[in-house]
C-alpha cells in the first residue's frame, strides 16, 4: 500500500465548477500537507501549505485538512480554463534526519472547460 | 526572480549508455533533490544532497548516483541506462530541509 493515495483521474469540469481533489495518507508521522500544481512541461510549483487541521484559503482555493482521518483535500472555487493542470499532493514528517523529504501522490489531471 | 534549470528538455539515450542530467539553481540554496515522474506513480524521490559533496539516497537510488561539487549544481547520472529508466526527471531546490521546492521545468529521457 503506498504511503499517499490520490485517485490519478482524469477529472473533467465546466467553467465555474466547484472542484474537489482528494488524498488520503496512512504514515501519522506525516504533519506538513502542500498541494503543487503542475502545469503541462512545467515543474511543479507549490501552491498551498498547510500544517494545522482545519481550512487554509487563498483566493479560490481552500485546503483542508483531517488529521484523523488521514484525508486532505484541495477545493478550487469558480473553476476556470486556467485550472487545468496536474495537482499533486505532498506531505511530509515534522523532523528528524528527514531533511525536508516530501512524500507525493500520484497527482490527479484535471481539465477545466469553457 | 527564482530560477532552477535542467540541460536538457528532451533526451534519447541507447541502453548501456552513460547518462549526466545537471540542474542548476541560482537561489543559492543548500538543498537539491532528483526526483522521478512516472504515470500512476507520482514523483518519487531519487537522492538529494543538503550540503556541497553531500548526498543521501532516497526512495529509488537503484541504478543512479549524484555528484555536487558546487552548491549551485546537481548532476543526476546513470551509469549504464535501462529502458526501465526511460521518465521524466525532475530537479529541485530548497532554502534549508524545510523551505518551499522550486522545481526545473524537467528533462524527459528515453533509453531505447
Known amino acids: 500500500q503506498k504511503e499517499v493515495e490520490q485517485d490519478p483521474g482524469p477529472l473533467s469540469v465546466p467553467e465555474g465548477a466547484i472542484v474537489s481533489l482528494n488524498c488520503t495518507y496512512s504514515?501519522?508521522?506525516?504533519?506538513?500537507f502542500m498541494w503543487y500544481r503542475q502545469y503541462s512541461r512545467k515543474g511543479p510549483e507549490l501552491l498551498m501549505y498547510t500544517y494545522s487541521s482545519g481550512n487554509k484559503e487563498d483566493g479560490r482555493f481552500t485546503a483542508q485538512v483531517d488529521k484523523s482521518s488521514k484525508y486532505i483535500s484541495l477545493f478550487i472555487r469558480d473553476s476556470q480554463p486556467s485550472d487545468s493542470a496536474t495537482y499533486l499532493c505532498?506531505?511530509?514528517?515534522?523532523?528528524?534526519?528527514?531533511?525536508?523529504?516530501?512524500?507525493f501522490g500520484q497527482g490527479t489531471i484535471l481539465t477545466v472547460h469553457p | 526572480d527564482v530560477k532552477v534549470t535542467q540541460s536538457s528538455r528532451y533526451l534519447v539515450k541507447r541502453t548501456g549508455e552513460k547518462v549526466f542530467l545537471e540542474c542548476v539553481q541560482d537561489m543559492d540554496h543548500e538543498n537539491m533533490f532528483w526526483y522521478r515522474q512516472d504515470p500512476g506513480l507520482g514523483l518519487r524521490l531519487i537522492y538529494f544532497s543538503y550540503d556541497v559533496k553531500m548526498k543521501e539516497k532516497g526512495d529509488i537510488p537503484e541504478g543512479y548516483s549524484v555528484s555536487r561539487e558546487k552548491k549551485e549544481r546537481f548532476s543526476l547520472i546513470l551509469e549504464s541506462a535501462s529502458t526501465n529508466q526511460t521518465s521524466m526527471y525532475l530537479c529541485a531546490s530548497s532554502f534549508g530541509p524545510w523551505g518551499e521546492q522550486y522545481f526545473g521545468p524537467g528533462t524527459r529521457l528515453t533509453v531505447t
Open positions: 505532498a506531505m511530509r514528517h515534522a523532523g528528524g534526519t528527514s531533511y525536508g523529504k516530501l512524500t
Open positions: 504514515n501519522s508521522a506525516f504533519q506538513y
